[in-house]
């Protein structure tokens, strides 16, 4: 057996990752699932305890490839990878790494990226959930110690502490529209502090069962000297909503991405897709491009390639532009309705996992069994973009 090897976070291959430290990442989970979804960087070397390697490879390919160096062996969980490793050892390997959970645990890691702001009251953060790509945001006052939270992932505890480590409680929590690619956080995390929680009033059209207090365009909230607008955004669902804090930044949900725009099908179907498309094509021109230009949007998500890559910005940076930077960049912004409708409905892409299972969780119409239930429904990046 390897006395060297060891357990290793993702916290931990995230830092080696992004410090550009030489340590080959294995994956041995089989090839669709690595295809589908993988830590950038990785090689795959299908691997499991009862049959060994994959057809494709034998030992003496292995030790040619990773005969030098540390090696870190990620999974599904951590099972084959550990008795990949433990094999490992046995072969001479003297620096052999597991990661603790596996992919499973990489899909709940997150990085906190403050935003700088011109007003002394203002705390605003973005919460990226890395590996799928989610952004959450917490909003707060340092005077009144108070803040809201938006679009809180499952793992909401990570929101939580973030307003605590400014010395905020959290008094309201808001979801800007029925997630469809992740479990939101938001009820558990309202109904856990006794706080409201907001979304969209077309939510009635949803047929959400959770509590929540309905949300209309043009309403407004204050958290000490902050001031954050619902402006209602329909397009990418019929409930969605924007928010617009301090007059100066639109927490954009899935209405408008840095690198795109929201897909319309998941609610709508891939029949009545166009419809969606025209309500999101009314909004953008009739509401958020009425914004001034140096509006910094803040979206909902960054897409997330299979490698791990982001579109724009790598994780631990700030995902963000102003209205006037992307009129510039995104030419969907320049097209005509029948041009933007057409784009949108003609060439879908794939939709996120179990995206139907999710919305039903997300409703409160269906809950996941157990934790492992709900982690395996959120596997995978999201694909929320068009």
């Known amino acids: 057996m390897c006395a060297l090897l060891h357990q290793t976070t993702v916290a931990e291959l995230a830092d080696s990752i992004d410090s550009g430290e030489s340590a080959a990442v294995v994956d041995t989970r089989q090839p669709d699932s690595f295809e589908a979804w993988h830590v950038g960087g990785a090689v795959n070397v299908p691997y499991s305890p009862e049959d060994g390697l994959g057809d494709e490879w034998d030992w003496d390919r292995v030790d040619e490839r990773f005969g030098e160096g540390p090696v870190v062996a990620i999974c599904g969980k951590g099972i084959s990878s550990t008795s990949f ?3 490992l050892g046995k072969r001479g390997y003297e620096d052999v790494s597991v990661v603790k959970g596996g992919m499973q645990e990489w899909s709940k890691l997150y990085e906190v990226v403050e935003v700088p702001t011109e007003n002394d009251d203002l705390f605003l953060a973005q919460v990226q959930r890395r590996a799928k790509g989610c952004l959450g945001y917490v909003v707060g006052s340092r005077s009144a110690g108070e803040a809201f939270v938006v679009d809180a992932a499952r793992q909401h505890h990570e929101f939580e502490l973030v307003a605590a480590d400014e010395g905020m409680a959290v008094s309201r929590v808001f979801d800007t529209h029925v997630h469809a690619d992740h479990i939101s956080g938001g009820p558990e995390l309202a109904e856990r502090l006794g706080v409201s929680y907001h979304l969209g009033e077309r939510a009635a059209e949803r047929d959400v069962e959770y509590d929540y207090r309905p949300l209309s365009d043009g309403e407004t909230f204050s958290v000490g000297d902050v001031e954050m607008e619902v402006l209602a955004a329909p ?74 890559e982001y579109a724009v910005a790598s994780p631990g940076e700030l995902v963000s532009a102003t209205l006037g930077e992307l009129r510039d960049e995104l030419d969907l912004l320049d097209l005509d309705e029948e041009e933007f409708v057409a784009r949108l409905t003609d060439d879908t892409p794939e939709k996120p996992a179990n995206y139907e299972t999710v919305i039903a969780v997300n409703t409160g119409r269906e809950t996941p069994e157990d934790e492992e239930s709900a982690t395996e429904l959120e596997t995978g990046p999201n694909n929320c973009a068009a």
């Open 85 to 87: 490793g433990l094999e």
């Open 235 to 308: 397009g990418h669902t019929t409930e969605m909503v924007n928010y617009l804090v301090d007059g100066e930044y639109l927490l954009s949900g899935d209405t408008l991405f840095v690198e795109s725009v929201g897909r319309t099908e998941l609610q709508f179907g891939d029949e009545d897709s166009a419809t969606g498309a025209e309500l999101l094509y009314e909004t953008l021109h009739e509401t958020v491009l009425e914004l001034p230009e140096e509006t910094r949007v803040l979206p909902g998500h960054v897409t997330v390639a299979a490698d791990g």
